[in-house]
């Protein structure tokens, strides 16, 4: 089993619809959460990153933690073609490597 | 600020080859963390650099090496290539303890035939 489970899709929606992007995790010991944007050929890009549980807000991104669950989610607000890209989640405990999720390919039509 | 840059952008290497990759980390940061990212898949830590040293490494072979220079960029070796070497090799630098401050390079696309 991996650490770290996301859905790879590919999830295609239309412009203007709310986005949910989820992964799971096996590992009780992360405390750091992050979600990473990827456009093709370009290096991954830092979105939202948490510390243990809760809500965090940036603009048209939400990102949610359940600890209790080993559950996270990444929801996009009013989805626009320039969102369309790969995302990834990624955890740690606190040190210096990071769990990655094998990313989810997220297609925003006009 | 140019951020985090990797040289070469693409390499297409042989079997039993040995490859060098370099990363130049963001004005400031000190420290350099390798991935290795498949076709599909996450990137997958390979080792980080901090103060010319490695300070923690993931679940990859001896083949791969690295160094870190006294202006803190750092270079990635990987021996005797096998074709499941194939990937996007990406580095990130960071500055400081936050996490929001880690940024990832461009990769370098290594194909191995």
């Known amino acids: 089993q991996k650490e770290v489970e996301q859905d790879p899709g590919p999830l295609s929606v239309p412009e203007g619809a709310i986005v949910s992007l989820n992964c799971t995790y096996s590992?009780?010991?992360?405390?750091?959460f992050m979600w990473y944007r990827q456009y093709s050929r370009k290096g991954p890009e830092l979105l939202m990153y948490?510390?243990?549980?809760g809500n965090k807000e940036d603009g048209r991104f939400t990102a949610q933690v359940d600890k209790s669950s080993k559950y996270i989610s990444l929801f996009i607000r009013d989805s626009q073609p320039s969102d369309s890209a790969t995302y990834l989640c990624?955890?740690?405990?606190?040190?210096?490597?990071?769990?990655f999720g094998t990313g989810t390919s997220l297609t925003v039509i006009p | 600020d140019a951020g985090v840059t990797q040289s070469p952008t693409h390499l297409i290497k042989t079997r039993g080859q040995q490859v060098t990759l370099r990363c130049s980390p963001k004005?400031?940061?000190?420290?350099v963390s390798w991935y290795q990212q498949a076709l599909g898949q996450g990137p997958q830590f390979i080792f980080q650099?901090?103060?010319?040293?490695?300070?923690q490494r993931g679940n990859f072979p001896d083949r791969f090496s690295g160094h870190q220079f006294p202006n803190y960029s750092s270079e990635l070796n990987v021996n005797a290539l096998l074709l499941g070497d194939s990937a996007l090799y990406l580095c990130?630098?960071?500055?400081?303890?936050?996490?929001?401050?880690?940024?990832f390079g461009p990769g370098t696309r290594l194909t191995v035939l």
């Open positions: 590992n009780s010991a992360f405390q750091y």
């Open positions: 990130a630098s960071w500055g400081g303890s936050s996490y929001n401050e880690q940024f």
């Open positions: 948490t510390y243990s549980s």
């Open positions: 990624a955890m740690s405990e606190g040190g210096n490597q990071f769990y």
């Open positions: 650099y901090y103060e010319e040293e490695e300070r």
């Open positions: 004005s400031g940061h000190d420290t």
